[in-house]
Each structure stands twice: as C-alpha cells, then as structure tokens.
C-alpha cells in the first residue's frame, strides 16, 4: 500500500512587513556590545529575511538618541550605526508615544591588545578601545613624535629607498636634535636622521622599513601603517 504523502505546513506568516514602523522590546541588547541595550529603539522595517529576521533602518529621533559610544564601536568595526538585523521577538509594533530608550549602565571597555596593530597604534595616542584611529594632521603627528622619542631606541640599522627601486642600507641616529622643533613635514610626517655612505642625511619616517632590533621594527612598522592609511 502507498504511503500517503504528509501535507507540508504552510510557512508561519511574517509578523512585521517592510514599512512596519517598530520599537525594540526593553531589554533587548547588543548581540556584538553586550554592555549597549537596544530597548526602545524605533525604527522602519526595511527588508525581510524569511519569516521572523527583519532589517530595521533606525529613525533619526532614535539616532540622536543613543549612546555616543555605541558609534564610535560602529565606526571602528565597520558596521552601519543606522541600520540592524534583529529577530521578531525582539520587536513590537510602534504605536507612537515618546521614546523610552534604555541607556548603558556601565561602558565596558576592552583593554587594548599588543598582539592588534590598530591597538597599538592606539597606545601611542593613549586611547582606548572605543575611539577609532585619528586621521593624520600635525598635531597627532605630534603625539606620535612624542610617543617614538621615547620608545625608539637609537640607532639602528634599517633599509629606506626600496619603493623608489633602489634599497639602501642605513643606520637611524635620531627624530632630529632633541632641543629643536620636532622634525615634521604635513606631506611626509615624521623626519629621521639616518647615515648613509657617512653622510648625515634626513628622510620620513614612514619610507624606513626593515628596522632592526625590538621595541624598534615594530614601532617603526605601526606607524607606517597609520600614516599611509590614515592621510
């Protein structure tokens, strides 16, 4: 005798549509920042994935709303601050009324990780793990001139000239005499003093690489990379 075939249940019907106007349900957190509550964000149903996964594009009342910090994270991680994924759960129909978004009680910051070369990097401007990378200008190239005389350790052997096609080894004796103004130029950064062919010649920073000896090859590295990136 034939099997009958069971009859496959109709998918459940999605709770909220595109274009639903929604707040998050109070107690709600951050899936990627535990210590951020999403309670009481509003926002506008933008896209649907299957039946109970909803996109939401936050309104700018809730925007201006919400924590400061929860931006910054966004903006470090790449993540657009303005829109979220949550599960319908989470959600209730907006039904107007004034916002009552829930707020951190404490901001738990990670500690920065010397094995991150964006920490790091953070370490020479004594941020925290909150703040994204500056952006180069003359005062943080400032602080990073600070942060270097006093954890490069001089002189040491380093190659400069390879991305012009013709390496040369050098000796890296100093930023510069230590009574004068810092050595530092807004195209190019950071100068160096390095001896090349026993001539005392000056040259960025950001073009050593190949430093010899730690703390130097990765202080020097760190801040190449900041440079070129963050220009």
């Not at 002189?155 to 390496?167: C, D, I, L, N, S």
Request: charged residues 30%; contains cysteine; aromatic residues 8%.
């Amino acid at each position: 005798m034939a099997k009958r075939k069971k009859k496959r249940k109709s998918p459940a019907p999605s709770r909220f549509a595109v274009g639903d106007r929604i707040r998050v349900k109070q107690g709600v957190q951050d899936i990627d920042y535990p210590d951020m509550p999403l309670g009481g964000w509003a926002g506008t149903i933008c896209e649907v994935q299957g039946t109970d996964t909803f996109t939401i594009r936050w309104s700018r009342e809730t925007l201006d709303a919400i924590h400061p910090v929860f931006k910054k994270r966004c903006e470090i991680d790449g993540l657009d601050p303005e829109e979220y994924v949550l599960a319908g759960d989470d959600l209730e129909p907006d039904t107007g009324g004034p916002l009552t978004i829930e707020h951190p009680k404490k901001i738990e910051t990670k500690p920065l990780s010397p094995k991150d070369q964006d920490d790091r990097v953070r370490m020479a401007f004594a941020l925290t793990s909150n703040d994204p990378l500056p952006d180069v200008d003359r005062e943080m190239l400032l602080k990073y001139h600070a942060y270097l005389s006093k954890n490069l350790s001089f002189p040491f052997q380093a190659e400069h000239g390879a991305e012009y096609g013709h390496p040369a080894r050098v000796k890296v004796v100093g930023l510069g005499d230590p009574g004068d103004e810092p050595m530092i130029d807004d195209k190019y950064g950071i100068l160096c003093d390095v001896r090349l062919e026993g001539t005392i010649v000056t040259v960025p920073l950001g073009e050593i690489e190949d430093a010899k000896g730690k703390p130097n090859r990765q202080l020097v590295s760190d801040y190449s990379y900041w440079f070129w990136n963050w220009r």
